[in-house]
C-alpha cells in the first residue's frame, strides 16, 4: 500500500502562488499515474490535475488549465502541484492520489490532505 503525505498549504492572497507537495513511500507510486484533487467546503471532492508515472504525459481540469502545473520527482517519490493566478475559488483541501492511467478516478484511500487558502 503506498502512503502518502501532502504538505505546502496555506495562506496566499489572490493571483498570488503556493506549492504543494505529495511524499509517498512504496514502489508503486514512481510507476503509477499521480493525481491531484481537491474538495471545497460544502463540496464534492474533484480532479484537479495528473501526471504519467514518468512525467511525459501531464492533462488537467479545464479550471486549472494554464494556472497550475503538476509535475513529479521519482527520485524522491514526490509530485508537486505549482499553482499560480490563484482565486479564492481555488480554496479548498488538496489531495494526491494513484490514478488509473489517462483518467480522473483515484485508485487508493485519501490522506489527511492540505488546505489551500485564497483570500480575495
Known amino acids: 500500500q503506498v502512503q502518502r503525505v501532502e504538505s505546502g498549504g496555506g495562506l496566499v492572497q489572490a493571483g498570488g502562488s503556493l506549492r504543494v507537495s505529495c511524499a509517498a513511500s512504496?514502489?508503486?507510486?514512481?510507476?503509477?499515474?499521480v493525481g491531484w484533487f481537491r474538495q471545497a467546503p460544502g463540496k464534492e471532492r474533484e480532479f484537479v490535475a495528473a501526471v504519467t508515472w514518468n512525467g511525459g504525459s501531464t492533462y488537467y481540469a479545464d479550471s486549472v488549465k494554464g494556472r497550475f502545473t503538476i509535475s513529479r520527482d521519482n527520485a524522491k517519490n514526490t509530485v508537486y502541484l505549482q499553482m499560480n493566478s490563484l482565486k479564492p475559488e481555488d480554496t479548498a483541501v488538496y489531495y494526491c492520489?494513484?490514478?488509473?492511467?489517462?483518467?480522473?478516478?483515484?485508485?487508493?484511500?485519501w490522506g489527511q490532505g492540505t488546505l489551500v487558502t485564497v483570500s480575495s
Open positions: 492520489n494513484l490514478v488509473v492511467g489517462g483518467s480522473r478516478h483515484p485508485l487508493d484511500a
Open positions: 512504496g514502489r508503486t507510486f514512481s510507476t503509477n499515474t
